[in-house]
């Protein structure tokens, strides 16, 4: 009977020996190791070295920037500024400023677009607004650059914006079982279209890309074993294509351009070459978008000595603006020139008038407008030649010229436009 009792006994002994040896204080673990995050992370293969070589090198210390990139965050928009640390650097080298969209609105975005060369829309988790999607197809109608990035692996409203100009951002994801880095949805891309974007590219790697289906061409198209993952047809793909117009750009990976998966392949040229694409500006500016059209030195050139007073106020404006301007007393033509004057001042600029088709005379004349009365009115005038841009600011009065300053000042002169390149006042 004893021998019965044994084996339970032993099985008691044993259970109470391990509790009081593990669990009251017979057992000491070993130190937790003490491991960096950034060791726990990923690091790709085959990181390759290049130099970043840009035509524009940066501007000098208190010269204006060759153009503006300005960036959304106005739309709580899924990305950190780290994360784009590289291609917003890769713009600066090129003497752009960057610029951040903070308000949302079509009344903001307007003012803020009115003075940018290039915008970037990265993954904004509110829609746009049916106002602001038209400023931003104004702006590329324009020939503003306009690049738009999305990424599968965070959510985002951006097709609202983005078929508008001819970029639709598919919800799935692609994978390549038989090639990849370290899991299936970090493959390889090494057919190119010839372009800009992709000059001096021989393979890419994405690490959470989608497709793209564009009204332009795809740039970066997948192979014959990358998926996507809501289709079971494998046809090449792209996650980087052009848009309706060739001033629009459109990337479904951020991964790609985050350090240091940008060092990887030629990630590291596409983000260049990126940053290439956003600073060649191609932008038209108007008369509405005052005084951004005019690239300083700026000279401002007087009708008659008795508007010194209204040259000083608008050289001061120009000034608060970041141009450098100054008042001269002959026409420098490789300037650009505001000119500021009464009618009767108006047979020195009689050339830039005739060549708008704008009459002074006993009344004025216009395309835009029948003859009305001198008195009690102002106009000013954008006249384009190649490079350089010419202001017309002419009034009836010294006053007339003050309050068509103070207009410019404020803004307000754009209630008054009658095309792109012109405005009538009553004052």
């Not at 409203?157 to 639709?168: K, Y």
């Amino acid at each position: 009977m004893w021998k019965l009792l044994l084996l339970p006994a032993c099985a008691v002994a044993f259970f109470l020996a391990a509790y009081f040896f593990f669990y009251q204080g017979g057992y000491t673990p070993p130190d937790s190791p003490d491991i960096a995050f950034a060791e726990l992370t990923t690091i790709p293969a085959r990181p390759v070295d290049f130099t970043d070589q840009p035509v524009f090198s940066g501007n000098p210390i208190g010269a204006t920037a060759r153009g503006i990139l300005l960036v959304d965050t106005a739309h709580r928009n899924a990305f950190t500024r780290q994360e784009i640390v590289t291609l917003l650097s890769r713009v600066s080298d090129r003497g752009y400023a960057v610029e951040f969209m903070d308000d949302a609105g079509p009344t903001q975005m307007e003012e803020k677009l009115r003075q940018a060369d290039a915008f970037m829309v990265i993954s904004p988790l509110e829609s746009y607004q049916r106002d602001e999607a038209d400023l931003v197809v104004d702006f590329v109608a324009q020939g503003g650059k306009l690049l738009l990035i999305a990424d599968p692996g965070r959510p985002n409203q951006l097709n609202g914006l983005s078929e508008r100009v001819g970029i639709s951002f598919q919800p799935d994801y692609l994978y390549n079982l038989a090639e990849y880095d370290t899991n299936f949805r970090e493959f390889f891309v090494r057919d190119f279209q010839a372009d800009a974007i992709t000059s001096g590219i021989g393979e890419l790697a994405f690490y959470y890309a989608g497709s793209i289906e564009s009204a332009g061409p795809g740039l970066a198209l997948t192979d014959g074993n990358t998926y996507s993952s809501i289709a079971e047809r494998v046809i090449p793909r792209s996650p980087l294509s052009i848009g309706a117009h060739r001033n629009v750009l459109a990337v479904h990976d951020l991964t790609f351009m985050i350090p240091p998966y940008n060092s990887v392949r030629d990630n590291d040229r596409l983000v260049a070459n990126i940053a290439d694409f956003l600073t060649e500006s191609e932008r038209q500016y108007r008369l509405t978008d005052f005084p951004r059209f005019l690239d300083g030195p700026v000279d401002i050139l007087l009708g008659q000595p008795d508007l010194f007073d209204q040259g000083t106020r608008l050289k001061q404006a120009l000034g608060a603006q970041g141009l450098s301007a100054d008042l001269q007393g002959v026409e420098n033509g490789s300037r650009d020139l505001v000119f500021l004057g009464l009618y009767e001042d108006s047979a020195a600029v009689a050339r830039y008038l005739a060549s708008a088709g704008v009459r002074i005379g006993d009344t004025l004349t216009a395309p835009f407008t029948p003859g009305i009365a001198l008195e009690g009115t102002s106009v000013i005038l954008l006249h384009r030649s190649g490079d350089r841009d010419v202001l017309l600011i002419l009034a009836d009065t010294p006053d007339g010229l003050g309050e068509m300053v103070n207009q410019l000042e404020t803004g307000k002169f754009r209630n008054g436009l009658a095309d792109d390149f012109a405005g009538v006042y009553k004052y």
